[in-house]
């Protein structure tokens, strides 16, 4: 059945972070990790929940990490590589928009369980496959696909915020994403689907016709169409 919550793809990044500050308040203190927040991190150092006892931003790219405020922790290294030196040390691990630039994601997610303590929480927002807009970004040439996003949203061309997006176990469908975790070692998946997107919005004929999809397969849980999803997994105890 599908699930009671606002279903639209702003609603997937509205709730992110008060999802997040819920799935944080489960701990009485708990260290966290963003995952390539790299120029960008989710919390200003002054507005992080108080049970935060520290809060580790990392990203593969120095130059990336250098972009980001001085006070903050930093930990520049490569989610799919080795991360035996941070093993164990989180209560939540999370990234927003990462997991489709992954080109190993079974690799990512082996990681983040070894990143985690015992009983701590995975938590991802990405967009997944298969809207529309995401089949067009992984299969285009990557010089069409930067091209025609610039087009289609050329505030992102202003930020020079594009990069390669590989979608490795990035769908919307909850069984399937359900069953990759679990194989991982993850306990009490919980997949949230969101529908619809903005890439068409200036394209006229095409936009409707997108809206049209995207209500539809939210009326009919049908979240293979979905365009973002929430993903939340756990660490057994």
């Given at each position: 059945?599908?699930?009671?919550?606002?279903?639209?793809?702003?609603?997937?990044?509205?709730?992110?972070?008060?999802?997040?500050?819920?799935?944080i308040?489960?701990?009485?203190?708990?260290?966290?990790l963003?995952?390539?927040?790299?120029?960008?991190?989710?919390?200003?150092?002054?507005?992080?929940?108080?049970?935060?006892?520290?809060?580790t931003?990392?990203?593969?790219?120095p130059?990336?990490?250098?972009?980001?405020d001085?006070?903050?922790?930093?930990?520049?290294f490569?989610?799919?590589?080795?991360?035996?030196?941070?093993?164990?040390?989180?209560e939540v691990?999370?990234?927003?928009?990462?997991i489709?630039?992954?080109?190993?994601?079974i690799?990512?997610?082996?990681?983040?369980?070894?990143?985690?303590?015992?009983?701590g929480?995975?938590?991802?927002m990405?967009?997944?496959?298969?809207?529309a807009?995401?089949?067009?970004?992984?299969?285009?040439?990557?010089?069409?696909?930067?091209g025609?996003?610039?087009?289609?949203a050329?505030?992102?061309?202003?930020?020079?915020?594009?990069?390669?997006?590989y979608?490795?176990?990035?769908?919307?469908?909850r069984?399937?994403?359900t069953?990759m975790?679990?194989?991982?070692?993850?306990?009490?998946?919980?997949?949230r689907?969101?529908?619809?997107?903005?890439?068409?919005?200036?394209?006229?004929?095409?936009?409707?016709?997108?809206r049209?999809?995207?209500?539809?397969?939210a009326?009919?849980?049908?979240?293979?169409?979905?365009?973002?999803a929430?993903?939340?997994a756990?660490?057994?105890?």
């Amino acid at each position: 059945m599908p699930l009671e919550f606002e279903q639209t793809h702003r609603a997937a990044f509205q709730h992110f972070q008060p999802t997040l500050n819920r799935l944080i308040a489960q701990f009485d203190r708990a260290d966290i990790l963003e995952l390539g927040g790299g120029r960008k991190p989710s919390f200003a150092l002054a507005e992080m929940p108080r049970n935060v006892a520290s809060y580790t931003v990392n990203d593969i790219d120095p130059a990336e990490l250098a972009r980001t405020d001085g006070n903050y922790r930093k930990a520049c290294f490569d989610a799919t590589g080795d991360v035996s030196a941070f093993a164990e040390r989180y209560e939540v691990v999370f990234s927003r928009t990462l997991i489709e630039h992954v080109r190993d994601g079974i690799a990512m997610h082996r990681n983040v369980l070894k990143l985690l303590k015992p009983g701590g929480i995975a938590f991802h927002m990405a967009p997944t496959l298969y809207a529309a807009p995401f089949v067009i970004n992984k299969y285009l040439p990557e010089t069409l696909s930067t091209g025609l996003l610039y087009a289609l949203a050329p505030h992102r061309k202003a930020n020079r915020n594009k990069f390669v997006a590989y979608y490795s176990w990035c769908y919307g469908n909850r069984g399937k994403m359900t069953g990759m975790l679990e194989s991982v070692g993850f306990t009490d998946v919980d997949i949230r689907t969101f529908y619809g997107h903005g890439y068409f919005d200036k394209i006229p004929g095409l936009a409707q016709l997108s809206r049209q999809v995207a209500a539809l397969a939210a009326r009919r849980d049908w979240t293979s169409l979905a365009s973002y999803a929430h993903i939340v997994a756990r660490k057994p105890g």
